[in-house]
């Protein structure tokens, strides 16, 4: 490498020897680092560094505990001094004093000023704070006051007024507006649209079981209305057959459109009907057909 440095830059012998020392010493500088991490002796703890953790540790539980509390003042509880009391009067230091935390106190407390009231003494279990054990041990000194079960028993009685059964109220369909119609029980909005727009295609009803027709109102919703309804007989809404064209029989919702061609077909054929047993003639109606729109026909 001196040679071929000699040769190209010119260096001397005695110039290459201080360029190599000069890296030398570089490369030293370099690894100091890593050497003195390999020779540093081992540090080793302090003989009382566990004892003090562990004092540092009791001293922050006790500031953990201390914020549990108001105002950052740890609670001593009170020695428990059971005495005859009314739940629904005692105050936050009454509780205390039977052996409830401060927090358990101030829960019952709120809960009566809300307007809760212990009615007998069982009522006691229903707040949460009141372990199984402890409500045992207040049991036999708990008092409700007369007043408390008054109100009981009239808050029992007004319960009854305002579950008294109505009497049903008796619709008729065929005169019914939407808003009569959804006073039925069982019936509402939905239903009671469907009815008049029923009512309003067939012309009026001519029986109570056409509503079993419309759409959604099954035998047992039926069944559930049927005793609430009534049926006045108003004059139906009926076509001539001898003179109805198309438009006049296909609201009508027991013929289909092929049976209404047949019978203006049949009609121009054969002349006028005389009477409904004519339409018997023709082979796509059938009796049930026939009977339904009997009553919605003249001649």
């Known amino acids: ?94 509780w205390q004093s039977l052996g409830l935390s401060l927090k358990q106190a101030k829960s019952i407390v709120n809960y009566t000023q809300k307007g809760g009231k212990f009615y007998k003494p ?36 007004d319960e009854r007024k305002v579950y008294v059964k109505k009497p049903l109220q008796i619709i008729d369909i065929n005169t019914a507006d939407s808003a009569q119609l959804d006073e039925i029980k069982g019936i509402g909005g939905v239903f009671a649209t469907r009815i008049l727009k029923y009512r309003e295609r067939l012309g009026g009803f001519h029986k109570k079981e056409q509503l079993l027709e419309i759409y959604g109102l099954d035998s047992i919703k039926y069944n559930e209305i049927k005793d609430q309804v009534s049926l006045s007989r108003i004059a139906l809404k009926v076509v001539n057959i001898n003179t109805a064209q198309f438009n ?10 092929r049976q209404i061609n047949a019978i203006i077909q049949y009609r121009k054929q054969h002349g006028d009907y005389t009477d409904i047993s004519d339409l018997k003639k023709i082979a796509i109606l059938n009796q049930k057909v026939i009977d339904q729109i009997t009553p919605y026909l003249s001649f």
Request: include cysteine; proline fraction near 5%.
């Open 1 to 94: 490498m001196r040679i071929w440095l000699n040769k190209y830059f010119g260096f001397s012998k005695s110039e290459f020897n201080g360029l190599l020392f000069l890296l030398l010493i570089l490369c030293l500088i370099k690894s100091i680092p890593y050497i003195y991490d390999y020779f540093k002796p081992v540090e080793k703890d302090h003989p009382g560094l566990l004892a003090q953790l562990q004092k540092i540790k009791l001293t922050e539980d006790k500031k953990i505990d201390a914020g549990k509390y108001a105002n950052g003042v740890e609670w001593k509880k009170r020695k428990e001094n059971l005495f005859n009391f009314d739940p629904n009067t005692l105050s936050t230091d009454g």
């Open 122 to 157: 069982e009522d006691l279990q229903k707040m949460y704070v009141i372990s199984p054990e402890r409500y045992a041990k207040l049991l036999p000194f708990i008092q409700i006051k007369k007043n408390a079960v008054a109100d009981l028993q009239k808050n029992m009685v």
């Open 248 to 257: 006049d029989l296909k609201t009508n919702p027991y013929l289909s459109y």
